[in-house]
Every structure is written in C-alpha cells, then in structure tokens.
C-alpha cells in the first residue's frame, strides 16, 4: 500500500471505491478467543478495561490472529456510565444495586471530563495506535444515549425496558434531562478519544431495537444526533475525515431515522437484507454488516456461501460507477462459542470473494 | 348487531368496512388479570390447557372484563409438541429434558391425530363457543413449523437460536424432515380446531424474528406456508370464510415474505408504523396491530394518544374507498405487570377514536 493512500476501511467509509471490501468483526476481541480468556483467567474484566496495556493487548489479538481490516478498541459502554456516578458492578452482567430512577438521582449524575474520569481510556488509544500496523486503523466507540440510559434506569439487562419507559412515558422532562447528560458525556468522550488517534468512532444503540419509531423519533434519535453534532463542533474541521458510525440492532423498522442521526456509516443487524436497507436509507451513507452471527457455527462452505449473499445484497444496481459503500461485519457481536477458524475462514471470504480492480 | 351481519372482527379480517376497528389483545388471558391468577393458585399451567373448563373460563375472562371484539383460546403452542412425543415440562418456562439434535431423533417424533392426542384442545373450542357472546369469535391458534422447531432443538428458550441454526447449516434435510413434522401436526391441529368451532387462526412465528432472510426464504416462509396450504386442501370450502393470521416477532426486514405465506392478516410487532408495513406487504392483506405493550405503563392520556397513533398510521392514503384493512393489538404479549384497568383503557380508546360511519 502506497505511504500516501489512506486506510482501505477508511477510504471505504468515506464512500470510496476500494480493491476489495474491508471487514471486522463486532466484539472481534473477545471470549471466543483462547488469548482472549488466558487473560481473563488473570484479570477481571473491569480491569481489563481499565489497564491501558491489558486494553491494548486485548485490542490487537484479533488483528494478528484474523487480519481484519480495522481494530476497535477494547472498552465497555459502562465505563462512561461509572464515569457518570452510577455504582455499577460486573457479575458477570452490568448490573446497578440502584437504578436511577427519580429526577434527584437524574439531577446527582455528572458530565465527567473524560481525561480525568477515564484517563485510561485514552491512555489506551494512545498505546494501541503505536502497536497497531499503520494499515489497520483503531475505531474508538461509546454506547448511544438511548443504550445508556436504558442500563442506568433498569439497573442492567432488560428484555422489554419497561422501567426505562415508564420513566419516558410518566415523565418525559426527566427522561429528556437523562438522554441529554449521557448525549454530552458520550460526545466528550469520543471528542476526546479522536484527540488521542481514534480515527473512526461507532456509537452502539444496542436497546434502541426495543423501541416503536414514535419514541425512536422523541428519544433516540435526536440524541444521538446531538452526539455527532457535539463531536463536530468541539472538533471542528479535525473531525471532518472521521467516520462515525452509528449501530441499531433491531432497526429494520426505522432504517430510515438512522440516516436522520448525522452518522456517516449506518451498522445493521442480520435481520434484513442490505439492498433492502440500502433503499430505505438511501445512497448517501455507507452501510456496514451485516451477517448472522450464528452462521459462523456452520461448515466453512456455508460461511464462504453466506459472505457472498451479503457482499451481492450490498452491490449497487451499477457496480460500474459510484461507491462501493459496504463495510462487512457480523450483523451482531461474534457469539462467545465461535470457533475461531470460523472467524478466520470469514475473513479471508471477505478478501477473497470482494477482491475487485478500483 | 343485525343477526345476518358477521361478527365485526370477522369482517375487518376480510377487508370490509366496518363501523370501528376491532381490537384484541395477545395474552389477554394471562398473569396480568387477578382473575386469571386465582385460577393459577389453584392449578398448574399445563392443567389449565388440558382441562376444558378451565381452558374455557381463562378464554372469556377476559372478553367479560375488557369488551374486546375476540377471543383467542387459552392454550399453549408446546401442546402439540408434547403430542408429537417430546417431553416438556415447565418449571416455569418450557423446557426439554432431551433437545431434539439427531436425524434419529426427528424420526422418532410423531405427526398425531389432534382428535386423540388433543382431544381436550377441541373440548375447550366448543365449550367456549357455547359461552361466548355470539358477536365475539373465537380465535384458534398454534405454533408456526420454525417455532415449534426451536423449541425442540434448543430445549427451552434461546437469545440466538444457535442450536437450531447449527442444525439448519450442518443438517438441511434433518431440519426440512423436522420442519415438515411441524407443519403437517400444526395443519392438522388448525383444521380440527376448525372443525370443533375456531372462526379464525393465527400461526405465532414468536422466534422467526431472529432468522436471516436468506433463512426465512429457505427455513420459514415454505413452513408457514404448507401449514395455511394443508388446511385449505383439507377443509376445502368451508376455509374459506376463515382468517389466517400469520403474527412474525421482530419482522420488519422481511415484512413482503409474511405476506407469501398465504396468510390473510398479517400481526406486527411494534417496531415499525404500519403505513411503513403496509407499504412493504402491499394491499391485499389485512394488518393486525401493532402498539408497544410497555405503552399500557403509561398514563391513560398517553394511552390514548399512542392509540389515535397507530390508527392514523393504519389508515389508507384515501380514507373513502377500499378496505380499512387494520385489526387493533399490541405488537406483542400484554406484560404481566400491567395494570389492568390500562388495557379497558387502550379497548375502549380503539372503539371511542375509530367510529365512523359505513
């Protein structure tokens, strides 16, 4: 790769026709892999997340062992919300012995300045971007308002967020002053996760899935945008050439509020084809994912067979002319019992089977 | 109601204009009553299906409390998967001491004759049509072919599938032998229940909202579609008059292939507005739904404006000609934590806001 060429997951995020298409892997670093729990043996996970070299090490395994074409740092979307003042504990779930659920409890949680609460973070971006070959670039990431919210006023997990919208439904002012102190502690955090050499940021919304597009429209996306657009004008021109990303799992009923949040790359979940999605959002962002998770459980051929479904359900009408616009992904985080040469077999599918003259 | 008219519920599920939008509500015989958990007190659940006046009592109740335009059966989708010889306890939920992995033991599973290994599924039938009102009809149901199969391979519940998924990718013909099974016990189950009374029938495709559309084509769409295929060549003429509902969870991504099942109401969860669905399905289908259940947690005012919301996006572009098309209902089970006088609300703010003249 010529010294002066950008990244290919970069250029392809910004819409750039790219020798092939790149991919990585949602939760690339984690328990599936074997160096993965030889560390986790060691060291729990706060701590991990919490020790620059740990978080850096954790960060590049999947990078050597697949040769996937971004890295994603290794962190935790609670880690903005302890930063915040919540008492969140791991066991193994995030959980809260006390929700915050009054407007007082709303009112008692800070903005933290990200390079006093989570130093650390940022140490570690610092440290994976000397380690990391300068071909493969580091996506910094913090969960979505709405996500964020959802831990904070359920205490943890939730199948249905009745809490969280009981809250949103019975007092709507509480909810907005929430959304709106998590859309500003995650922008500064990844304002100052740029600063330390992310060069992509991805806001996960895991929990929107869970929502009806009436409160999508009042609480999800509005806050996200205000995330994007925090980022862009604390940054300024800086930030012009970083992708954001922004994922929904569960979206295919409001593909088209993703695009309304400011994001520049639009994450989907397995559930919908991509030439689908492709037209209820439109040809102006990039769209990464979006395989089923599980289909890294079957036989290689199967995996090699599904990668060419999504690589043909991402190709535009033309294929002569514009961008390419397709980052390849699981469609969810890759599920802890993955063989690992199943991981491998589908990125090299990837390469392979995208590999197109530009 | 003049005594020639069919009941409302049944013309809105043919397409006709009616004087308001019918609305019932999934689960409605369930936890959240305190009728429903005083017959619990006293009875376990399996006990409740199998005993026909029990099964009867749970069905009306809450026709009596809420004024809804249906009434859906109180059964369980794993009773035919017990009849097919599985061993299912529940402990609360469903759980399989032996998970159905093996071709051997697919082979071993029975299609049972529902009249002598459900006999007091049908008893239940014609005891309720004997106490319902007559302008309220009877809704039947079961499983569709991909859920009943998720149970039997994954042995309980699942966040990913990835038991069955394994199956589908390793062992194709395994699954369509299972799948097959499936349908043929549930067209039979549907027919008789049929024959024995049921107006309506709904296939709950709860679990195929977590399946790819390449496996929606191949594993689910077919199923569903034999199911519907097998009770109109078995019954003939006299299904004609009958509704098919095909309910998909978390369907959005492939909303055009629900309507390839030969189902004429297709249920909706809450994820996307109905003129969204309507758009994708087309307009030769009826619609039933689609409010987020967690909307019955807020108050009544909020209640009733997320009503006028969805019949508003339920409407027609053209509100003087064809169909109106829509039956009212959450997108999902009523939760167990709501309060009741909630659901009278959402009732009676579906008829109050849907009146018009015909």
């Not at 390849?328 to 599918?349: E, R, W």
Request: proline content about 8%.
């Amino acid at each position: 790769m010529a010294e002066t060429t950008a990244p290919l997951f970069l250029r392809a995020c910004r819409g750039e026709r790219t020798e092939h298409t790149p991919v990585w892997i949602m939760r690339q670093a984690g328990r599936y892999l074997p160096e993965y729990r030889a560390i986790r043996e060691q060291y729990d996970f706060l701590t991990t997340c919490r020790v620059p070299e740990l978080a850096c090490e954790l960060t590049l395994q999947p990078v050597r062992r697949l040769g996937v074409d971004a890295a994603i740092l290794f962190s935790d979307i609670l880690i903005p919300v302890i930063a915040m003042g919540a008492d969140v504990t791991f066991s193994p779930g995030p959980y809260l012995a006390q929700p915050i659920r009054t407007r007082a409890a709303v009112e008692a949680l800070r903005v933290p300045d990200p390079t006093e609460a989570m130093p650390f973070v940022l140490d570690a971006v610092r440290a994976i971007r000397q380690e990391l070959p300068p071909d493969v670039p580091l996506i910094g990431f913090a969960g979505a308002p709405l996500t964020m919210a959802a831990y904070l006023v359920e205490g943890g997990g939730s199948r249905n967020l009745a809490r969280l919208k009981e809250l949103l439904y019975h007092e709507p002012e509480t909810a907005d002053l929430l959304l709106d102190r998590c859309a500003s502690t995650v922008a500064r955090h990844l304002s100052e996760q740029i600063r330390a050499g992310a060069q992509a940021v991805m806001l996960f919304d895991t929990w929107a899935g869970l929502m009806s597009p009436v409160d999508i429209d009042r609480f999800v996306r509005p806050y996200a945008r205000k995330v994007f657009d925090a980022i862009r004008q604390e940054l300024g021109a800086p930030s012009a050439g970083v992708p954001f990303i922004y994922y929904a799992g569960d979206a295919a009923g409001w593909y088209d509020r993703c695009a309304e949040t400011g994001a520049t790359v639009i994450g989907l979940d397995w559930r919908s084809d991509l030439s689908q999605a492709r037209r209820a959002i439109g040809p102006t962002v990039v769209l990464q994912g979006n395989l089923d998770p599980a289909v890294l459980f079957g036989p290689p051929s199967v995996i090699r067979e599904r990668v060419s479904a999504v690589l043909a359900s991402a190709r535009p009408a033309s294929d002569e002319h514009g961008p390419i616009g397709h980052v390849f992904n699981l469609g969810h985080g890759i599920l802890p019992s993955t063989p690992p040469d199943h991981a491998k077999v589908l990125v090299d599918a990837v390469h392979e089977r995208s590999a197109r003259s530009c």
